[in-house]
Structure formats: C-alpha cells, structure tokens
C-alpha cells in the first residue's frame, strides 16, 4: 500500500515564528510532490510544487524535498493567523495520473 | 475565467434517492477526478478519467457511477447503493501533459442525506 503520512496536529506556532510541516512518502517511484492548503469548509488549494531534491522557495513559502529519505517539508516563515489551515502532501502515484493524499497537518498560528 | 465548477454548491438528499453532482471545467485539461473528504480525513478518490469516453475507478468507487462525454464534464451520480454518502466531494482536473501531475480543485459539494 503506497502511503503518505503526516502528523495530523495541530501545530501550533506564534504569530512571526516559522511553521515546519512534514512528511513522508512510501513509494521511491514518485518524482513529483505537491502541498495544499485547505481553508476550513473550503477545498484545497495548491500552493507549492516540488520535483528536484533540495529547496524551492516562493515568497514566505519553501518546500524541501529529500528522496533519499522520502521525506518532504514544508516551511512558512512569519507565519500570520491567515495561515492557519490544514496543510496536506502529495505524492504521484507512478504514471497513473493519480496522486497519494496524506492526512493532512492542522496549522493554527496564534496572534 | 480559467477554472473548475461544482454545482450545486450544498445538496441534501433522502435515503433511496440517487443524486448526481455537475464538475465542468475550461481549463482544457484532459483529465479529471473525483474525491471524498469526511470530517478530519483526507482525500478519497472515487473515480478518476484520463481521457473522453474512458474512466477508471478509484479506491471507493461502490455506489458511485461516472461519465465522460466531453471533455470539460465529468459528473457524478450518488446512488442509493452508497451506504454512507454524506460527505464533502470534490472534483479536480489535470492538464494530462506527460509527467505534469499538478491537480486543481473546484469548490466541492456538500452532500448531506436526510
């Protein structure tokens, strides 16, 4: 069973601090891994990318990919109480189009 | 505007009825999903297709039915089969070019049986 995992939370951080959510991934096949931020009551929306091992940045965001590991985070500096969402990993599922969903990790950044 | 549609938005169903959920999309891509999310749980994937007038089933696919004939329109039909239905549902769409994986949501449908 190809699996996803995250820790569902919630993390907690304080206004400003740096958000550090992470995952893991069972099947050394994928190549390409995805974070969504889901508002509560609302859908996911796709917020970073990621295909080569290092980091990718994009504004207060940067996800780092280690496929030696099968581990994949992602950081949010200066977190704002805007951020608070469930955050949830990807992973493709070899070439069937299809993605693996983890959990999801629960973020509330407090004022 | 480029993007995915679901309607309706919230929905409410009797026990014994079958309903079906619209997801339309213009954003020209190929393929197309449908997910389920219950509270506190990730994603679920009912059925999925890669192509017009072809689809595959995903890992929950009993009690749902799908079809594919356009290519911006995947609806979904909840039948009476399905013991547990309520549940938020999710459609999704992908470009389909090779090795491009990024998904994209629509708003989702609530669907609460009564």
């Known amino acids: 069973q190809k699996e996803v995992e995250q820790n569902s939370g919630p993390l907690s951080v304080p206004e400003g601090a740096i958000a550090s959510l992470n995952c893991t991934y069972s099947d050394r096949v994928s190549q390409s891994f995805f974070w969504y931020r889901q508002y509560s009551g609302k859908s996911p929306e796709l917020i970073m990318s990621i295909y080569s091992n290092g980091d990718k940045e994009d504004g207060r965001f940067t996800a780092q990919l280690n496929k030696a590991s099968q581990y994949v985070s992602l950081l949010i500096r200066d977190s704002q109480p805007s951020d608070s969402a469930t955050y949830l990993c990807a992973a493709n599922s070899g070439n069937t189009g299809k993605l693996i969903f983890g959990q999801g990790t629960t973020l509330q950044v407090k004022p | 505007d480029g993007g995915i549609t679901q309607s309706p938005k919230y929905l409410f169903r009797k026990e014994g009825q079958n309903v079906t959920l619209s997801c339309e999309q213009n954003?020209?891509?190929?393929?197309m999903y449908w997910y389920r999310q219950d509270p506190g749980q990730g994603l679920r994937l009912i059925y999925y297709s890669q192509i017009v007038n072809d689809f595959q089933k995903g890992d929950i696919a009993e009690g749902y039915s799908v079809s594919r004939e356009k290519k911006e329109s995947f609806p979904l039909t909840v039948t009476s089969a399905q013991k547990n239905p309520t549940a938020f549902y999710l459609c999704?769409?992908?470009?389909?070019?090779?090795?491009?994986?990024?998904?994209?949501f629509g708003p989702g449908t609530r669907l609460t049986v009564l």
């Open positions: 999704a769409s992908r470009a389909g070019t090779s090795g491009n994986y990024e998904q994209f």
């Open positions: 954003l020209n891509h190929d393929a």
